[in-house]
C-alpha cells in the first residue's frame, strides 16, 4: 500500500533513511518526466521530433513559429480561450460570492435544499450534458457562439465555487459585521469593506481554481464549435496540421502544449499553498 | 475526529457549519422584520441573520445562482430522461421530429456486447486508476512526505501539481509521443522497440495515464488529513514496536478515515466520468479502451444517435448515484454525531 518496502533488519539504519527520500525521488521523476519531454520536443527542429535524446542535438524556434503560422490561428484561438475562461471566472466570482455570502451568513427556507442541490451538482457527469445542452444551444442558434461555452462552464464552475466560497466566508466570525454597522457602517458598507477584504484570499483561490478549470475545458468547446476561427486552444492544439500538412505534427503540438501550459505553471509555482489550501477545504470538510 | 479540518487556514472553524444553520427558525423572522429600516445602531442581529439582510434579499441574493444551475445542470439532466426515451438522431427525419420510442434504448443497452463491455472497462479504469493508483500513490507520497521539511514538500507537491493542471489535450499528446511504436521515448527508455503501448495494450495505457495525471489530488488531501493524526499517537505506538503497517492500520487510518472515504467517492466520480482516454486511444482498437464516457460520445456525437446516447448517459447518472450513496452510506455509519455533510470537488 505504501511506497515504503518491507525493510528486513538486514539492512543498516542509514540505509532505511535513505528510502523515503529514493521514493520521492522516483516519485519526482516521473511526475517531471513526460512534462520535462514535452518542453524538449518542442525546441527540437521538426526534422528531428522522433529523437531520443535528452536535450536536443540541436535548439530550434521553428515548432512554436509553426504553431503561429497561417493554417493553425492559434493566436486567435490563446484570444478566444482568454475570453472563455475570463469571462467564466468573472461571472462565477460574481455570482458565487453573492450566493455565498447569502448561504454562509443569511438563514431562508430551503436553505439546506439549496446547499443540497448545489452538491449534488457536483456529481453530474460532464458528459450526459452534452446531448441536451447541444440540442438546445442548437435550438436557440448559439452554436459557434462564446456563450455557448462560457455557459455551460460557468454551471460547472458554480458549484464548486460556491462551495468554496461558503467555507470561506463561515470562517469570518459574525461579530466583524457587527462591530462594523455598530460603529456606523450601513449593512452594504459592511459587506464591501469587512468582509470582502477579509475574503478576498477565499475569492483569489476560487478564480485561481476556476480559472485553470475554465482554461483547460474541452469536451464543450469541441462540441459547441465547429468554426476554426471559435476554436479555444486546447481545442486547437487537438486540430493542429504539420508543416507538411500530412505527418503527425508532435513537434508543433508540444511548442502549443507548451504555450498554453506556461501561464498556468506560473500561476501554480506562485499561488501552490493557496490552491493546494482552497482544493483541501473544499474536499475535506 | 469527526469534522477535523484540514489546514492552517481552515484550522480556526471548528463546527462553524452547523453554526450558521442552528437555531434560527425562530429568529429569521425578527431579522427580516428589521430590514426595511435603516437606523444607524443597529441592533446586534440576530445569529441567523448576521448581516442583517433579511428573507427577500437573502433569497434575491441565492437566486442567480440556482437559476444558473437549475437551468444548465438540472434542466439538461432532465431532458436527458425524456431524450433517453426518444430515436432523437443528430441528422435525419428523426432530428426533426423524434418519436418516443418507450424503453427501447434501454432494451437495447441491455442487449448491447459493446455497452456490458464498456462498463466492464469502466470498473477497471476505475478500480485500477483511481482506487489503487491514485488514491494508493497519492497517499504514499503524502506518507513519506509527511514531517519532512517545507521545501521537499512543496517541490514534490509543486510536481505533481502540474501533472494535473495541465490541459487534457496536451496531456493526451505528450503520451501519444511517449507510448508512440516508432519514435516512442518508452520504447526507447525500456529497449523494445516497436511496441504499439497504445494498440497492444490500451487498457493499461489509459490506466497509467490517468494515476500520472490525477494522483496529485489524493496527495494533497491526504497530506491535510495526515496533520490531524496527532504525532504522540504515532510516537507512543512507534515505542510499543508497532511496524509502521501496524501504526498505519491502527492509529493512522482510524483518524483519516472519513477523508479517505471523501477522496475515494471524489475520486471514483471523476475517474468514472472522465472522458480523456478519448484523446489517447479514442476508445479504440476496436473498442478495448472505450470506457463509458468515450462510448457516449462515440454513440451519440460521432454516430449521432442522440436519443441512444442521452439513454446511456441517464444510466451514468444512476450509477453515479449509487456509487456517491453507497460512499455517503460508509462515511455516516461513522459521523453520526456530525451532519454528515457530503463534498464538493473540483477539476473535472
Same mark, same amino acid.
Given at each position: 500500500m505504501t511506497a515504503i518496502p518491507a525493510t528486513g533488519p538486514s539492512l543498516s539504519k542509514r540505509a532505511r533513511g535513505l528510502l523515503p527520500y529514493l521514493g520521492i525521488a522516483a516519485c519526482a521523476l516521473w511526475c517531471l518526466a513526460p512534462f520535462y519531454w514535452m518542453v524538449i520536443s518542442a525546441f527540437r527542429r521538426p526534422q528531428d521530433q522522433f529523437d531520443n535524446t535528452v536535450v536536443p542535438v540541436r535548439w530550434s524556434l521553428e515548432n512554436f513559429t509553426a504553431v503561429f503560422s497561417g493554417g493553425n490561428a492559434f493566436g486567435r484561438a490563446l484570444l478566444n480561450s482568454l475570453v472563455v475562461a475570463g469571462t467564466t471566472t468573472l461571472l462565477t466570482l460574481l455570482v458565487g460570492v453573492v450566493t455565498a455570502y447569502a448561504l454562509a451568513r443569511l438563514s431562508f427556507p430551503f436553505k439546506n435544499a439549496v446547499l443540497g442541490i448545489i452538491i449534488a451538482t457536483t456529481?453530474?457527469? =460532464?458528459v450526459s450534458q452534452l446531448v441536451p445542452l447541444l440540442k438546445l444551444f442548437t435550438g436557440i442558434g448559439w452554436i459557434n457562439t462564446y456563450q455557448a461555452m462560457v455557459v455551460p462552464s460557468l454551471g460547472f464552475a458554480l458549484p464548486l465555487s460556491v462551495w468554496l466560497l461558503t467555507t470561506f466566508f463561515r470562517q469570518l466570525p459574525f461579530e466583524l459585521e457587527q462591530a462594523a454597522m455598530v460603529d456606523g457602517c450601513t449593512r452594504g458598507q459592511a459587506f464591501r469593506r469587512i468582509i470582502v477584504p477579509l475574503a478576498a484570499p477565499g475569492v483569489f483561490t476560487t478564480a485561481i481554481i476556476t480559472f485553470i478549470a475554465a482554461w483547460n475545458e474541452y469536451l464543450i468547446a469541441l462540441s459547441m464549435v465547429n468554426e476554426k476561427d471559435m476554436q479555444t486552444a486546447t481545442v486547437a492544439i487537438s486540430k493542429f496540421t504539420g508543416i507538411s500538412g500530412f505527418d503527425q505534427p508532435f513537434g508543433t503540438q508540444m511548442a502549443a502544449g507548451v504555450i498554453v501550459t506556461v501561464p498556468l505553471v506560473i500561476v501554480v509555482l506562485i499561488f501552490q499553498r493557496r490552491i493546494v489550501a482552497g482544493l483541501t477545504a473544499g474536499g475535506v470538510k | 475526529m469527526g469534522r477535523a479540518t484540514s489546514d492552517a487556514e481552515a484550522g480556526s472553524d471548528p463546527g462553524a457549519g452547523s453554526g450558521a444553520d442552528a437555531g434560527t427558525g425562530g429568529t429569521a423572522g425578527a431579522g427580516g422584520a428589521g430590514v426595511g429600516a435603516h437606523a444607524p445602531p443597529p441592533a446586534p442581529a440576530p445569529p441567523g441573520d448576521a448581516a442583517g439582510l433579511g428573507r427577500p434579499r437573502a433569497l434575491a441574493f441565492v437566486t442567480p445562482a440556482l437559476v444558473l444551475i437549475l437551468v444548465f445542470l438540472v434542466f439538461p439532466a432532465l431532458w436527458t430522461i425524456y431524450l433517453g426515451v426518444t430515436d432523437y438522431r443528430?441528422?435525419?427525419i428523426a432530428a426533426v421530429e423524434p418519436r418516443v420510442v418507450g424503453l427501447d434504448n434501454y432494451g437495447r443497452a441491455v442487449g448491447d456486447e459493446r455497452f456490458h463491455t464498456s462498463l466492464w472497462l469502466t470498473l477497471q479504469f476505475v478500480l485500477g486508476s483511481? %482506487?489503487?493508483?491514485q488514491a494508493g500513490l497519492g497517499f504514499a507520497i503524502a506518507w513519506v512526505t509527511r514531517g519532512r521539511g517545507r521545501t521537499l514538500r512543496g517541490l514534490v507537491e509543486g510536481l505533481v501539481m502540474l501533472a494535473w493542471i495541465l490541459p487534457g489535450s496536451v496531456v493526451a499528446f505528450l503520451w501519444i509521443a511517449l507510448l508512440?511504436?516508432?519514435?516512442?521515448t518508452l520504447n526507447a527508455l525500456l529497449d523494445t522497440p516497436g511496441a504499439a503501448w497504445l494498440l497492444d495494450h490500451p487498457m493499461l495505457s489509459v490506466i497509467v495515464f490517468n494515476v500520472w495525471r490525477g494522483t496529485a489530488f489524493s496527495m494533497m488531501l491526504y497530506s491535510a488529513a495526515l496533520q490531524s493524526v496527532p504525532p504522540s499517537h504515532l510516537e507512543t505506538a512507534r515505542l510499543a514496536g508497532a511496524s509502521t503497517w501496524q501504526q498505519l492500520r491502527d492509529v493512522v487510518f482510524p483518524h483519516i478515515r472519513g477523508h479517505a472515504l471523501t477522496n475515494l467517492l471524489l475520486i471514483s466520480l471523476w475517474t468514472f466520468n472522465d472522458f480523456t482516454p478519448f484523446l489517447l486511444?479514442?476508445?479504440?482498437? /476496436? =473498442?478495448?479502451? /472505450? %470506457?463509458l464516457a468515450v462510448y457516449i460520445l462515440n454513440v451519440a %456525437?460521432?454516430?449521432? /444517435?442522440l436519443g441512444y446516447g442521452a439513454a446511456i448517459s441517464f444510466l451514468i447518472l444512476l450509477i453515479n448515484l449509487i456509487v456517491a450513496l453507497f460512499y455517503l452510506r460508509m462515511l455516516r455509519e461513522r459521523r453520526t454525531a456530525a451532519p454528515a455533510e457530503p463534498v464538493a470537488g473540483g477539476g473535472r
Amino acid at each position: 500500500m505504501t511506497a515504503i518496502p518491507a525493510t528486513g533488519p538486514s539492512l543498516s539504519k542509514r540505509a532505511r533513511g535513505l528510502l523515503p527520500y529514493l521514493g520521492i525521488a522516483a516519485c519526482a521523476l516521473w511526475c517531471l518526466a513526460p512534462f520535462y519531454w514535452m518542453v524538449i520536443s518542442a525546441f527540437r527542429r521538426p526534422q528531428d521530433q522522433f529523437d531520443n535524446t535528452v536535450v536536443p542535438v540541436r535548439w530550434s524556434l521553428e515548432n512554436f513559429t509553426a504553431v503561429f503560422s497561417g493554417g493553425n490561428a492559434f493566436g486567435r484561438a490563446l484570444l478566444n480561450s482568454l475570453v472563455v475562461a475570463g469571462t467564466t471566472t468573472l461571472l462565477t466570482l460574481l455570482v458565487g460570492v453573492v450566493t455565498a455570502y447569502a448561504l454562509a451568513r443569511l438563514s431562508f427556507p430551503f436553505k439546506n435544499a439549496v446547499l443540497g442541490i448545489i452538491i449534488a451538482t457536483t456529481m453530474f457527469p =460532464g458528459v450526459s450534458q452534452l446531448v441536451p445542452l447541444l440540442k438546445l444551444f442548437t435550438g436557440i442558434g448559439w452554436i459557434n457562439t462564446y456563450q455557448a461555452m462560457v455557459v455551460p462552464s460557468l454551471g460547472f464552475a458554480l458549484p464548486l465555487s460556491v462551495w468554496l466560497l461558503t467555507t470561506f466566508f463561515r470562517q469570518l466570525p459574525f461579530e466583524l459585521e457587527q462591530a462594523a454597522m455598530v460603529d456606523g457602517c450601513t449593512r452594504g458598507q459592511a459587506f464591501r469593506r469587512i468582509i470582502v477584504p477579509l475574503a478576498a484570499p477565499g475569492v483569489f483561490t476560487t478564480a485561481i481554481i476556476t480559472f485553470i478549470a475554465a482554461w483547460n475545458e474541452y469536451l464543450i468547446a469541441l462540441s459547441m464549435v465547429n468554426e476554426k476561427d471559435m476554436q479555444t486552444a486546447t481545442v486547437a492544439i487537438s486540430k493542429f496540421t504539420g508543416i507538411s500538412g500530412f505527418d503527425q505534427p508532435f513537434g508543433t503540438q508540444m511548442a502549443a502544449g507548451v504555450i498554453v501550459t506556461v501561464p498556468l505553471v506560473i500561476v501554480v509555482l506562485i499561488f501552490q499553498r493557496r490552491i493546494v489550501a482552497g482544493l483541501t477545504a473544499g474536499g475535506v470538510k | 475526529m469527526g469534522r477535523a479540518t484540514s489546514d492552517a487556514e481552515a484550522g480556526s472553524d471548528p463546527g462553524a457549519g452547523s453554526g450558521a444553520d442552528a437555531g434560527t427558525g425562530g429568529t429569521a423572522g425578527a431579522g427580516g422584520a428589521g430590514v426595511g429600516a435603516h437606523a444607524p445602531p443597529p441592533a446586534p442581529a440576530p445569529p441567523g441573520d448576521a448581516a442583517g439582510l433579511g428573507r427577500p434579499r437573502a433569497l434575491a441574493f441565492v437566486t442567480p445562482a440556482l437559476v444558473l444551475i437549475l437551468v444548465f445542470l438540472v434542466f439538461p439532466a432532465l431532458w436527458t430522461i425524456y431524450l433517453g426515451v426518444t430515436d432523437y438522431r443528430l441528422t435525419g427525419i428523426a432530428a426533426v421530429e423524434p418519436r418516443v420510442v418507450g424503453l427501447d434504448n434501454y432494451g437495447r443497452a441491455v442487449g448491447d456486447e459493446r455497452f456490458h463491455t464498456s462498463l466492464w472497462l469502466t470498473l477497471q479504469f476505475v478500480l485500477g486508476s483511481a %482506487v489503487i493508483g491514485q488514491a494508493g500513490l497519492g497517499f504514499a507520497i503524502a506518507w513519506v512526505t509527511r514531517g519532512r521539511g517545507r521545501t521537499l514538500r512543496g517541490l514534490v507537491e509543486g510536481l505533481v501539481m502540474l501533472a494535473w493542471i495541465l490541459p487534457g489535450s496536451v496531456v493526451a499528446f505528450l503520451w501519444i509521443a511517449l507510448l508512440d511504436r516508432d519514435g516512442g521515448t518508452l520504447n526507447a527508455l525500456l529497449d523494445t522497440p516497436g511496441a504499439a503501448w497504445l494498440l497492444d495494450h490500451p487498457m493499461l495505457s489509459v490506466i497509467v495515464f490517468n494515476v500520472w495525471r490525477g494522483t496529485a489530488f489524493s496527495m494533497m488531501l491526504y497530506s491535510a488529513a495526515l496533520q490531524s493524526v496527532p504525532p504522540s499517537h504515532l510516537e507512543t505506538a512507534r515505542l510499543a514496536g508497532a511496524s509502521t503497517w501496524q501504526q498505519l492500520r491502527d492509529v493512522v487510518f482510524p483518524h483519516i478515515r472519513g477523508h479517505a472515504l471523501t477522496n475515494l467517492l471524489l475520486i471514483s466520480l471523476w475517474t468514472f466520468n472522465d472522458f480523456t482516454p478519448f484523446l489517447l486511444t479514442a476508445g479504440g482498437p /476496436e =473498442g478495448r479502451s /472505450e %470506457v463509458l464516457a468515450v462510448y457516449i460520445l462515440n454513440v451519440a %456525437v460521432r454516430g449521432g /444517435e442522440l436519443g441512444y446516447g442521452a439513454a446511456i448517459s441517464f444510466l451514468i447518472l444512476l450509477i453515479n448515484l449509487i456509487v456517491a450513496l453507497f460512499y455517503l452510506r460508509m462515511l455516516r455509519e461513522r459521523r453520526t454525531a456530525a451532519p454528515a455533510e457530503p463534498v464538493a470537488g473540483g477539476g473535472r
